[in-house]
């Protein structure tokens, strides 16, 4: 049931809030000052590397995942795109934790990825939405997301809970390698719970994105630039716009523009730049001002902060709630849908059902 909704990806665009409040709820202590896991014991001090596996957006939030594990616990992650690291057959280092991240839990490269680190991996864990699922009963440990049965193939929901649980195990891993204090895990816990109103905040003024997107329903190319653990909400963004309203569009580092891709730039190429303020945001200033003095059209998604140190010469701009950087990726995951979708509603494309796409990808 759609409720008031025109698709089901409004409707599990609009649930954010409330399923992200309740993921975050069942990996928090009841004081909600540190994390805790729901039954599952898990301890990172044994291994010295997780590889985190997927396809897809799921991809995408291990990619997230990676920047959060090295940074708060200093761990190393690899993350694979399952299609690649089944066939390659890669050595596994013992001590190493396999993370499979699927929202339907069914998806058959990363159920054989799998398959492959049993009796390599010491240990496998599944991230997933579906408890019945294949992965979820093939793996060692098992950390559901919550999130509720999501019916749109574009996966958006999944995503933001995906990397809610991913956020919470890596606060824990970096508790259990001594690498944060109390203090910090209740900060970075309460920088999470912050988000749920923060998203509440972004959707009530939805009625912005329908003049913006009507201007980018007219693009054939669109660049997406992000730096830091914005980047892989860069690829989000592409992928999301590209997957249903068929414009064709690509996620760059923004310090990889000069590398090749400004060589697009032009009038026609809008470039969405994901960039709340953070440490790395001058950066992002300076590559922007690159695309600006080409012709470029910029459009800057930012906080009010970041609008007030390069509002000059954008096209057009978005300005998110203030959040701790740390939760970014989860927030600026909002924006992103909303571009994808209202865009591709003026278009008038099948958003539900996106031609040559299926939910769950059983085969390879
Ligand atoms: C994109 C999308 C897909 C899935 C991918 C993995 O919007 O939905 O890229 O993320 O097919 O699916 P799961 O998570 O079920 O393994």
């Not at 999130?147 to 574009?154: H, I, L, N, Q, R």
């Not at 109390?182 to 920088?191: I, N």
């Amino acid at each position: 049931d759609k409720g008031v909704h025109k698709h089901f990806m409004a409707k599990e665009i609009h649930e954010q809030p409330t399923v992200m409040s309740y993921a975050l709820s069942q990996y928090t202590a009841a004081d909600r000052a540190a994390v805790a896991l729901p039954g599952i014991a898990v301890d990172f001090t044994g291994f010295d590397r997780v590889v985190m596996v997927a396809c897809g957006t799921a991809h995408l939030a291990c990619h997230v995942a990676k920047y959060w594990f090295e940074q708060l616990a200093r761990i190393p992650v690899e993350i694979e795109v399952a299609s690649e690291f089944r066939y390659r057959e890669p050595p596994v280092a013992p001590r190493t934790l396999a993370i499979f991240v699927s929202q339907s839990g069914e998806t058959a490269d990363t159920l054989a990825a799998l398959r492959y680190m049993r009796g390599r991996a010491a240990a496998i864990a599944a991230v997933v939405n579906v408890l019945e699922s294949s992965i979820a009963r093939e793996s060692d440990l098992v950390f559901p997301i919550h999130a509720g049965v999501e019916v749109g193939v574009a996966s958006t929901k999944a995503f933001t809970c995906q990397l809610t649980v991913l956020a919470a195990l890596a606060i824990l891993a970096a508790r259990q390698n001594g690498r944060i204090d109390a203090a910090r895990e209740a900060e970075l816990v309460s920088a999470l719970e912050s988000v749920p109103a923060a998203m509440a905040q972004v959707l009530a003024h939805e009625e912005v994105y329908g003049p913006l997107c009507w201007e980018l329903s007219k693009a054939s190319d669109v660049l997406f630039l992000g730096r830091g653990a914005m980047y892989p909400l860069a690829l989000e963004g592409a992928l999301k716009l590209k997957e249903i309203s068929y414009i064709h569009a690509e996620g760059y580092a923004s310090g990889e523009l000069k590398h090749g891709p400004i060589a697009l730039i032009d009038e026609t190429v809008p470039v969405i730049v994901l960039a709340p303020s953070d440490a790395l945001f001058d950066k992002t200033v300076s590559n922007m001002q690159e695309v600006m003095a080409r012709g470029g059209r910029i459009l800057l998604v930012t906080d009010q902060a970041g609008l007030s140190r390069a509002s000059e010469g954008l096209w057009q701009s978005l300005r998110l709630p203030p959040v701790d950087p740390f939760v970014a990726p989860i927030l600026y995951a909002v924006p992103a849908q909303l571009l994808a979708y209202h865009t591709a509603v003026t278009k008038g494309t099948d958003v539900d059902q996106p031609r040559n796409l299926a939910k769950s990808v059983t085969v390879e």
